[in-house]
């Protein structure tokens, strides 16, 4: 268990339409990341926040929004949902050194129809 | 940019035998962070080991070791004694300072019975 929880495990929704991932990292870890990794893929970055601030960016779509809170959880809302959202999406914290490994949770898997 | 490569798409090692997967990164930072990731079937990513740049001795966690090799930008994973649940996709990732990983595309392993 790598303490990092993601919910929902599954969520199947329809074009267009729009959904809230949500991550609560492991206690102490103050960085959260989140990845969008589609079928036989790797891993793309999206978004990251240390302590409540936006810390880095990647290949976010203006769809995408994150935010994290100061109780460090953190949500990704994805909208206008298309059919080529369908991926499995990762959070992941780490407490914030280099050296610190990111800690992912099981991620949720999104099917948009 | 720094960019990380793992050239073997798919590697496949009989049961009980040792099979070495590569990794090779570029970065003009002397100080870094290197580290092996795993997602069996099941998708979980699962550390499975991590190196500092500034440490010469090479990182070893019970039948996972690595080969670092600074100068040549290389970072080769070792599995010895390979079991039926080290099936994976193998991800190698840099990173500097805490800022986030820069993943490779992964390395399929297979393993024989």
């Known amino acids: 268990d790598s303490g990092v929880t993601q919910t929902p495990k599954h969520l199947i929704t329809a074009t267009g339409q729009r959904v809230t991932l949500r991550c609560s990292p492991r206690?102490?870890?103050?960085?959260v990341y989140w990845y969008q990794q589609s079928l036989d893929q790797g891993l793309q970055f999206l978004i990251q926040y240390y302590n409540g601030e936006e810390r880095a960016k990647g290949n976010i779509l203006e769809r995408f929004s994150a935010q994290q809170f100061p109780d460090l959880h953190s949500e990704l809302n994805l909208s206008s949902l298309e059919l080529g959202d369908s991926a499995l999406y990762f959070c992941?914290?780490?407490?914030?050194?280099?050296?610190?490994?990111?800690?992912f949770g099981n991620g949720t898997r999104l099917t948009v129809t | 940019a720094q960019t990380v490569t793992q050239s073997q798409p798919e590697m496949s090692v009989q049961e009980a035998e040792t099979v070495t997967l590569s990794c090779t990164y570029d970065t003009s930072e002397s100080d870094y962070y290197l580290f092996w990731y795993k997602q069996p079937p099941s998708r979980q990513m699962i550390l499975v080991i991590r190196q500092e740049a500034y440490k010469q001795q090479n990182a070893t966690e019970n039948r996972f070791s690595v080969n670092f090799q600074k100068a040549a930008k290389s970072f080769s994973l070792k599995i010895s004694d390979s079991q039926l649940g080290d099936a994976a996709m193998y991800f190698c990732a840099y990173r500097y300072s805490n800022y986030q990983l820069i993943w490779g595309a992964g390395t399929k392993l297979i393993i024989k019975p």
């Open positions: 992941a914290s780490s407490a914030g050194g280099g050296n610190s490994p990111l800690h």
């Open positions: 206690s102490g870890d103050l960085s």
